[in-house]
């Protein structure tokens, strides 16, 4: 376990400066656009009750390291943009890989950068009748095409991590009444008025925000005591009507089981927003789940929200550790797919293979086989998770990692079942753990 640790600490040192881990910048006909490194964010949230519209002013502070036309992303039009004091425009463009993203359409040389810009909020965002109150949430999906925050602000790909800021005004009513439900630190500046700060090593899939009229689900808050001794919370809220009681409980008892597998707790608190049968979704230390997938969305909180992958072609690892804990940690002698391409299809692919639960646990399972002599595929995790949580990871750096570990070659088994070609061996079912529910799910979970 040593080995790992000095290695560790050599390749840490430049935490959160992560544009060597972005895609390359790219050619489009009006010129280059470069990839940023966000330093900081902050947003403001006006939900107007009367109006019934809600606003996003963010303001966002970049570094660029060659000159260009800078990216970002968000899905409702920007407007009143603003690089530098100056007004400027976007353009809409494709990456090499044919997703969409957004440019700011000013030739930007190198250097620290303030973006300011305004977008409507609609998705997941619904308003009383009474015009007192609001709910939203911003929730994301890993599987679908651009479903992280750019559903809700303008933001980055994945490989970037960077303080978030959010302030929240409800407009329209003097007293607002109202819950919030998020993984950062909140404090309510004014009657109106809400600060929320997220953690520095936060992505664009990381943080929870979830208001709600006050009320309006059920919450039940516990102290927990992590094996390392740190107290910190543990919240489950539901509707009424399901047992939230059964949720804090089943999160106590994962609690227990994670970290006595994979070390201490690293997030700030742990938020179980209990939804009916239909899977779930994962934030750093929080979700949105059902309660047979509550299991699998916590252990995310290890590998997906703690060590965190830096592209939708990395994202394989974080679904195929939580399936191989899903199935009982399965140890096979042999692969059963005759290879694959899920970690290796676009550099600038920013959503998970679907085929990852089901080729991702046979991968892991092989893999725990060849590491049977070294404790198997669980104390490198261990060890990983304590070296590089909180840290942006990519297939590479895991694969290097596991071969230093065991002192084994892992070439030829990557080349073939991770970034080989394509192969379509049997139909891959629709994992239960992340259903694909419609927008009109989701906008009923609100
Ligand atoms: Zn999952």
Redesign the pocket.
């Known amino acids: 376990m040593k080995k790992i640790f000095s290695l560790a600490f050599f390749l840490s040192t430049s935490a959160f400066a992560n544009l060597h881990l972005a895609p390359p910048d790219f050619e489009v006909k009006w010129g280059r656009a470069v990839f940023v490194d966000i330093k900081e964010a902050s947003y403001n949230l006006t939900f107007d009750v009367e109006s019934k519209v809600a606003t996003v002013q963010s303001r966002i502070v970049f570094e660029n390291k060659t000159e260009g036309l800078p990216i970002f992303d968000v899905i409702p039009n920007p407007y009143d943009i603003w690089l530098d004091g100056k007004k400027v425009k976007y353009s809409n463009a494709k990456d090499p890989y044919g997703q969409d993203l957004r440019l700011v359409n000013s030739l930007t040389t190198p250097g620290a950068h303030v973006l300011e810009l305004k977008n409507t909020l609609s998705a997941n965002t619904s308003f009383s009748s009474s015009g007192k109150s609001a709910s939203s949430a911003f929730w994301i999906r890993d599987l679908k095409y651009r479903k992280f925050l750019e559903q809700y602000l303008p933001t980055n790909f994945e490989y970037d991590q960077f303080p978030m800021t959010f302030n929240v005004e409800i407009k329209g009513n003097k007293k607002p009444s109202m819950d919030f439900y998020v993984n950062g630190d909140i404090t309510q500046t004014s009657p109106t008025t809400w600060r929320i700060n997220y953690p520095a090593y936060f992505t664009s899939s990381s943080l929870y925000f979830h208001m709600t009229p006050k009320g309006s689900k059920r919450r039940i808050e516990e102290e927990y005591t992590s094996i390392s001794g740190r107290k910190f919370k543990m919240i489950a809220y539901s509707e009424p009507y399901l047992k939230t009681s059964d949720f804090m409980k089943y999160s106590k008892e994962i609690m227990a089981e994670l970290e006595k597998d994979y070390g201490p707790w690293a997030h700030s608190s742990w938020i179980a927003y209990g939804t009916l049968p239909g899977g779930g979704m994962?934030h750093s230390g929080a979700t949105q789940t059902s309660i047979g997938a509550l299991d699998?969305?916590m252990l995310?909180s290890y590998f997906?929200k703690g060590v965190m992958p830096a592209s939708g072609d990395d994202g394989w690892m974080?679904?195929g550790i939580?399936s191989w804990r899903d199935y009982g940690y399965q140890r096979l002698p042999s692969v059963s797919f005759s290879g694959s391409n899920i970690g290796r299809q676009s550099a600038y692919k920013r959503n998970t293979d679907d085929r990852s639960y089901e080729y991702g646990r046979a991968f892991f399972a092989y893999l725990d086989y060849r590491l049977q002599d070294m404790g198997g595929l669980k104390a490198f995790l261990r060890g990983y998770f304590a070296a590089y949580n909180q840290t942006i990871v990519t297939t590479e750096h895991f694969k290097n990692n596991l071969e230093f570990f065991s002192g084994l070659d892992l070439s030829a088994d990557f080349e073939q079942y991770i970034w080989g070609k394509n192969s379509s061996n049997g139909s891959v079912k629709a994992n239960p753990?992340?259903l694909p529910l419609t927008e009109q799910q989701l906008r009923n979970l609100l």
């Open positions: 994962e699998h969305e995310h997906a974080d679904e939580a753990k992340h």
